[in-house]
Every structure is written in C-alpha cells, then in structure tokens.
C-alpha cells in the first residue's frame, strides 16, 4: 500500500477559505467513501476531524468538510482561523483481508 | 470519558528490548480495536497494526510485520507494542489509538522513543 499523495503546503488568510486534497486509488479512496482526516499540532497528538468521508465528531467546528470525488477526497476548511494552522493527514480504508488503512503524507496549513 | 494514557517516553541503545504501553479507560475496552501509528521525526504518520483486546486477534501492517509485536491484557486495559532488538531506525514517536470501524476516533499522548548508542 503506497502512501496518499497530499499537497505538503497549504497557505489562507484568516476568513478565508483553503482545500486540502488527498489522492489515492482505485483501492483505497476509490473504493470506499471511507477517508477520515487528522489535525496535528507540534507536539501534539492527532485529533480525529472528518469520518467516513464528510462526519464530523461531535464538538468538531462545522467549518470543516470532507467530500469525495473518484479518487480523491478533500478536507475544506472554511472561516480559516490562526488556531487552525497545523498539520492535517488524511487516511482511507484500504480493504484487504485482515483490515489495513494508509495515510497521506501530510499538509502544512499556515494562516497568514 | 476515554482517554488512552500512554507510558514515558524511552531512551535506549541499539539491539535492547522494549515494551511501550497504553491504557484504556472510560469505555469497554474489550470492544475495540486499539491501532499503533508510528511517527518518525518531522515525518509523517504511519499505520503499524491493531490488536482486539478482547480476544488479542492481531492485524499488522505489512510494513512492519516480523519487526514489532503488538499485545494486550485485557486485565489491565492495556495493550502494548514490543521490539525485541532496538535499531537506530526506531527512534520516533508512537502513538495508540482506538479504532471505531475503519477511523481511529480517540489517541493517547504519544511515547518518544529514542535509540541511540
């Protein structure tokens, strides 16, 4: 299983509104509308921001999106905010027998 | 609440053993997977594999297969990651997470994991 492939830099201004794309395959994103989206900050650990595709986690702002197209999905952030700025990853179910996942590379959002 | 409070972080030298844990609290933890995720410095996430602590049925990624094991004592709420032979390529941060369905919803603080002679 080859890494997603995410842009490594993203850039917005406060307000504004920036899309992170991830894409994979015909055997993972492709597949299955199964893709959940991580934030990371320095230091910390990951927070869980989008699943299976476009559901947020209760007490997730409702300016983040996911969607899906073939076999790329997107994480849309809207209203960008300084607190926003951090590592984002994007991660799909890729079948298999005994279960597997794989994780894009990683983008750095800096709010300008 | 669920939290998954992880052990501190290690320092250790090349060919050393090694146990890292993380402990499960606030929901039943025999009902879900816990997945591993290594993060090596300034890169960026890696999936190791996930162990059901009910029954300790095991799945690993096929990247790290024969180079980790992953258990649980479902007695204690824990499951662990284990290396029996340290290499310098080890040094990371390693992070447990549950899994709920395909997404891992709630992640401990991380162990820093550092090799060196």
């Known amino acids: 299983q080859s890494a997603l492939t995410q842009p490594a830099s993203v850039s917005g201004s406060p307000g504004q509104s920036i899309t992170i794309s991830c894409t994979g395959t015909?055997?993972?994103?492709?597949?299955?509308?199964?893709v959940s989206w991580y934030q990371q900050h320095p230091g910390k650990a990951p927070k869980l921001m989008i699943y299976?595709?476009?559901k947020r986690p209760s007490g997730v702002s409702n300016r983040f999106s996911g969607s899906k197209s073939g076999n790329t999905a997107s994480l849309t952030i809207s209203g960008l905010q300084a607190e926003d700025e951090a590592d984002y990853y994007c991660c799909s179910y890729a079948g298999s027998s005994t279960f597997g996942v794989v994780f894009g590379g990683g983008t750095k959002l800096t709010v300008l | 609440e669920v939290q998954l409070v992880q052990s501190g972080a290690e320092v250790k030298k090349p060919g050393e053993s090694l146990k890292i844990s993380c402990k499960g609290s606030?929901?039943?933890?025999?009902?879900?997977?816990i997945g591993w995720v290594r993060q090596m410095p300034g890169k960026g996430l890696e999936w190791m594999g996930i162990i059901y602590p009910g029954d300790s049925d095991t799945r690993y990624s096929p990247s790290f297969q024969g180079q980790v094991t992953i258990s649980a004592d479902k007695s204690f709420n824990t499951a662990y990651l284990q290396w029996s032979s340290l290499k310098a390529s080890d040094t990371a941060m390693y992070y447990c997470?549950?899994?709920?369905?395909?997404?891992?919803?709630?992640w401990g603080q991380g162990t820093l994991v550092t090799v060196s002679s």
């Open positions: 997470a549950r899994l709920n369905g395909d997404h891992f919803d709630y």
């Open positions: 299976e595709g476009s």
């Open positions: 015909s055997s993972d994103v492709g597949s299955y509308n199964l």
């Open positions: 606030g929901y039943r933890f025999t009902s879900y997977w």
